[in-house]
């Protein structure tokens, strides 16, 4: 049986679209007058924020785009100085995405009635997650645990974060864990840890579209948007997927007759 679900912040559970980190960033490169395309800073979420600036700069388009200003490739010291500017940009803006998404409270209850824990990994740092947390607590969701990946030995892709959650939780073995999140790090994360992979299509980074831009698209659009977003969850490494956080009880009741029957993640 599922004894914990291990859930993503931004994306997955608050900030619906996960738009804190982007805004950031996109300030950021702004700033150094170098564009940087939405896809080139969303492609990399769910991972520790410092290595998402190196994934961002190592794109093709912004490493190009810097190249034509700076005269060459964006340096380790340049991602040193760009990153001091960073965390204090997000700082600022984070208390503001700190809001659940729909359906996420109420499946958290029906989780917590079963006896679930519910634990939390991040691409934010602790620092990162002082402003969130509360801010979330504010508006009803206080997890069990979180771990951020300046607390483990590395962050995602790497399982250490869920690692130290169960040993939290008090949670073996992982197949009794569920990892749901929005990103390609968090299906690479739930795979490496050893446990059932759950991935979240509407409100998340990959669809990257605000509740109300979700809402105007048409079934065809939604069905699209969906079935690509999918396909790229699934490869990353996805047992499941869901369209909306709302619908994971279902899935762990599924997955929950699959151990009964001797399956493992």
């Known amino acids: 049986m599922i004894k914990t679900v291990i859930l993503d912040w931004a994306g997955t559970v608050v900030d619906y679209g996960s738009f804190a980190p982007v805004e950031a960033f996109r300030r950021l490169f702004e700033g150094k007058g170098v564009e940087a395309s939405f896809n080139a800073i969303r492609k990399p979420m769910g991972r520790m924020k410092k290595d998402h600036l190196r994934d961002i700069c190592a794109d093709e388009g912004v490493a190009a785009a810097w190249r034509a200003k700076f005269g060459s490739a964006p340096s380790e010291s340049d991602i040193d100085e760009m990153y001091e500017k ?10 503001q995405y700190a809001t659940p998404v ?3 409270l109420a499946l958290i209850a029906r989780l917590r009635e079963q006896g679930i824990k519910i634990g939390t990994t991040t691409g934010y740092t602790r620092p990162m997650m002082d402003i969130i947390a509360p801010e979330a607590a504010k508006q009803g969701y206080s997890p069990d645990s979180t771990v951020t990946p300046d607390e483990a030995a590395e962050g995602r892709p790497h399982p250490w974060m869920i690692y130290r959650n169960a040993e939290l939780l008090g949670t073996y073995p992982m197949s009794s864990i569920v990892k749901c999140g929005d990103t390609e790090a968090d299906m690479r994360e739930g ?3 050893g446990v059932w992979s759950v991935g979240v299509i509407f409100g998340g980074n990959e669809i990257g579209l605000t509740q109300a ?3 105007s698209l048409t079934a065809g659009e939604k069905e699209k948007l969906f079935v690509e977003v999918s396909d790229r969850l699934m490869q990353a490494g996805a047992h499941f997927i869901i369209r909306e956080i709302g619908e994971l009880d279902g899935v762990i ?8 029957a001797g399956e493992r993640p």
């Open 86 to 95: 960073f965390e204090p940009m997000l700082f600022s803006i984070l208390d």
């Open 102 to 104: 729909p359906g996420s």
């Open 191 to 193: 795979r490496n840890a």
């Open 213 to 215: 831009e979700t809402d």
């Open 253 to 260: 009741a599924h997955i929950n007759e699959r151990l009964q």
